[in-house]
């Protein structure tokens, strides 16, 4: 069996039971990167054989994988935090899994966009979950403009370095809208800054250095009434 594990994000007590045994019971577990796998198995505890998989040997990787799946090996897929998959690689492990008809099981736990959008105070009844903006102006200004009229709370994952272009190219393409800067979620500096993208690039300029795991999370469109 292939297993999809979803590890902290930041607090390792978030790690759930049900995670810990599976990945106590596999025979390899497949990570990003190495080091930071074995700081969590450490943790807990467990040796296991480890495995990178990361975006720049995915594909030879999840044919590996694949094989030793094929021979009867039950494989862990992790991230280096949160639910493998979103905005992570691992989704060619998951077809090929697929197709050969081996089976996937997601053990469901932590993941940034779910936490962020439940205390964000924005609506969570229909929500867009974006990845990472482009770092080049002119294409998060287009991506912005084609999500100009979504009627769903817009959830993007973002670096430090390019928070303040971001919230500088939200506010000029989507105007005075609802926004929420996420940072550090479940760690010990966490923190939500809440007001219009001008307000919270206002605040975070401000500041000496920022760092840390962004969730940036964006209003609905205002609708108007006929």
């Not at 991230?79 to 899994?97: C, E, H, I, K, Q």
């Not at 919270?200 to 969730?215: C, N, S």
Request: hydrophobic share 40%.
């Amino acid at each position: 069996m292939l297993y999809l594990v979803a590890t902290p994000i930041g607090n390792l007590e978030d790690i759930t039971q049900r995670a810990a045994r599976v990945l106590a019971e596999v025979d390899l577990i497949a990570c990003e990167d190495t080091r930071q796998t074995r700081k969590l198995l450490e943790h807990l505890g467990i040796r296991k054989p480890l495995v990178s998989y990361h975006e720049h040997n995915e594909q030879a990787r999840a044919a590996e994988l694949a094989g030793r799946l094929r021979e009867g090996a039950n494989v862990a897929l992790v991230s280096d935090a949160g639910t493998p998959l979103v905005s992570d690689p691992g989704y060619r492990l998951v077809r090929r899994a697929i197709e050969e008809g081996i089976t996937v099981v997601p053990v469901p736990g932590p993941c940034a966009v779910v936490a962020a959008l439940a205390a964000s105070g924005l609506p969570t009844d229909q929500f867009h979950f974006c990845g990472y903006l482009p770092p080049k102006q002119g294409r998060r200004r287009r991506l912005l403009e084609s999500l100009r009229q979504e009627q769903a709370t817009l959830i993007f994952y973002e670096t430090p370095h390019r928070i303040l272009g971001a919230l500088e190219d939200i506010e000029a393409v989507l105007g005075p809208r609802d926004v929420v800067v996420a940072r550090e979620i479940t760690k010990v500096h966490e923190e939500f800054l809440r007001g219009t993208a001008s307000e919270l690039r206002r605040i975070l300029a401000g500041r000496v250095a920022i760092k840390g795991e962004i969730t940036l999370l964006v209003g609905k469109a205002v609708t108007v009434p006929d």
